[in-house]
Each structure stands twice: as C-alpha cells, then as structure tokens.
C-alpha cells in the first residue's frame, strides 16, 4: 500500500533558534539542538520519521529556512 | 543528529513541496527571531512570483524595523521617509499607473506620523495596496508606546503600562480607513499558525488581483508580534498576541468590495 512520506531540511545556519516551527508541527518532529550555529543559536533539527510533509513549518518559519519534501512511498 | 533522520529516497528535487521563494534575496532577514515581519515578506514575495508579477511591481518601504524592506525583496522599491509611503506610492501609481504598487509600514509609521498620509490616500481611493504591519510598539527604536499600543500594555515609554486618561485610546486605524469611501477592500490578519499564513496570503492576492481592475485602495493589517519590545520569547509572544492582541484587534475581513461586512457601531468601542 502506498503513504504518503515527508521529509524536511532545514539551513541551520540561518535557523535563529524562534521554536516557531516546534509548536506548528502535527507529529512533533522537529525540536532544538543543545549546539548553537555559527550565529550563536540553538537550531531546529529533526528529531523523528513521522514528517508527512504537510509544509505547517515551513510556511511558519520566519526567516524561511526549511525545505520540504513529499512523496508517495510503500509501506514495508 | 539531524541526518538519522534523512529520507534520502524521498529528498530529491522533484519531491519539492515548499521552498523559499527566489523573490525572497538570498540573505538573512535583519529581523529578530520570530518577527512577522519575515513570514510577511515570504508571503508577499511568493504571491508577486505566483502571479509573474516580479517585473511589474513597485515596493515602498518604510521607517521602522522594515525599513531594510527593499534588501530582502528582489522587485523594484523605494524608500519613503518616515510614515510618507502613501505619498510615494500615489505618485508611482500615478505615474506608472499599469504597475503593480504597494506600501509596506509598521504601525509607528503608518498610524503615528504617517497618519496624514494613510487617510488621504484612502480617502483619494488610490488603486494600490497597503500593507500595516501592526505590532502595538515602535519596534526599531527600542519599544516606546505607539498609537496603537494596548490599554495598560509596557513599553518602553509607558512602563506601568498605557494610562487612557493620560496616553489616550489606542487607536483602530483599519476600522477608520474602512469608513472612507476609497477603500475597496479592508482586512485584518496575522502570521503566527500556518492557517494564519495561509489567509494572509490569500488576502494580498486579493488585493494585488484588485488592482488590476483599478478599485481603490486594498488595505491590509496584519497584526504581529515583537518579541524584543515585548521583551517575550517568540511562542510567548504569540500566545499574548492571541490573549491580548487579538480581542482588541479582531481578525477577518472589515470591508469587502467596496461593502463593511462588520457592524459599524464595534469599530467605535474601544
Ligand atoms: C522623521 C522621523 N521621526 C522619527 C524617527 C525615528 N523612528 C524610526 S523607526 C520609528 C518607529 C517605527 O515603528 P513602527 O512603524 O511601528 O515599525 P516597527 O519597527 O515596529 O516594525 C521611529 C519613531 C525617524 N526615523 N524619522
Ligand atoms: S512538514 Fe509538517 S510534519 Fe513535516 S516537520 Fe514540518 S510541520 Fe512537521
Ligand atoms: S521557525 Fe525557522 S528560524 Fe525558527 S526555529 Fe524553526 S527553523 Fe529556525
Ligand atoms: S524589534 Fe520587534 S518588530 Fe523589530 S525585528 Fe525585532 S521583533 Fe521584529
Ligand atoms: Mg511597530
């Protein structure tokens, strides 16, 4: 049966640690790092496989760092 | 950390969703972490590149913390002084009436010294669009007490809070430019949940579409959150912006092609 996956990327580097994608996204799949980047800020990262893509945290996302991806794959 | 997570089967070009728009120069915004004002220019820029207008638009950006504005977006632009947008705007409309032209200003400039301005060019029904980015405070300056700063809100220059008696009503500049016959189109949002976004990128379609048929003045609020004035963390701050922001300022359309769809007599209570 085919699903629906997700999967997101995130320019670190220009990721100024808001936590606004946090809040937004359905499965949780995005939290903070303990590093901070080259700016001095705590960054998002993916932190789970549950992404379906569905784009909440990147159109929340301030400074318009996350890229999104979906596709249609089989379930194992 | 990040790529135990990776789908690599699935991060390929042509699996693309969403991306930052090109409109959108490849630089970081000046704006603090979690500022609308970001989401507000993505938003503004991927309308222009959904609708081929990158070529065909004017900007004005203002003073405030927007004023960098025309560093962020890639279409042409010009700076006005403090609260003259309008102004500026009426003239490359005049001039170059087949172009697309927009304002883009903070509630210190559009509501404060730029008063003038607004209602004139709103009661002239110019045939641009305006965009009020409403954050109840001077944001640039340091967080002093705008006219549109809350009832008992701190700022910086009202630090036990906004007294009425003596600091006066904040005041509804999207209501009062609503009552005048040259706006044809009046609309209040915000950018701080996805849905939030997305109605707000339907409402500057709206208004740039209104353009093209010459209507008058397409004026949109969208109410916003500085975090550093407020001196909150970003999510903090959106939550006192729905809490506080929200009930004063209420979301949804005030005017409609040309027609008020909200009561007239909400628009005076303060
Ligand atoms: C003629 C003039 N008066 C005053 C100032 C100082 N000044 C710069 S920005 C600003 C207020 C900006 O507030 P707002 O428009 O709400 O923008 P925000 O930074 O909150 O987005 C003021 C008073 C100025 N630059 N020029
Ligand atoms: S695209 Fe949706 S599911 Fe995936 S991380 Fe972003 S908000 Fe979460
Ligand atoms: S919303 Fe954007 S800038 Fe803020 S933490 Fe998430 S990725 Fe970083
Ligand atoms: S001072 Fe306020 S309005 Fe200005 S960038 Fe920072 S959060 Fe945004
Ligand atoms: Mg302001």
Known sequence: MAKIKGDIVINVERCKGCEVCIASCPFSTIAMTKEVNGKGYHYAVKVNDDCTGCMNCAIVCPDGVITVYRAKVMAE | MEEQFAKLDIRKNENIVYKRTDLLVDRPLSYCPGCGHGTVHRMLMETLEEMGLQDKTIGVSPVGCSVLAYDFMNIDMLGAAHGRAPALATAIKRMWPDRFVFTYQGDGDLAAIGTAETIHACNRGEHFTMIFINNGIYGMTGGQMAPTTLPNMRTSTSPYGRDTNIMGFPLKMTELVAQLPGTYYVTRQAVHTPSAV?????????????????????????????????????????????????????????????????????TVKV
């Open chain 2, 198 to 266: 997305r109605k707000t990128k339907k409402a500057i379609r709206k208004a740039f579409e209104n353009q093209k048929n010459k209507t008058g003045i397409s004026f949109i609020e969208v109410v916003s959150n500085c975090n550093s004035g407020w001196k909150m963390t970003p999510v903090q701050s959106n939550k006192w912006m729905e809490e506080n922001m929200f009930p004063f300022y209420p979301l949804g359309d005030i005017k409609i092609d040309g027609v008020l769809v909200t009561p007239k007599a909400e």
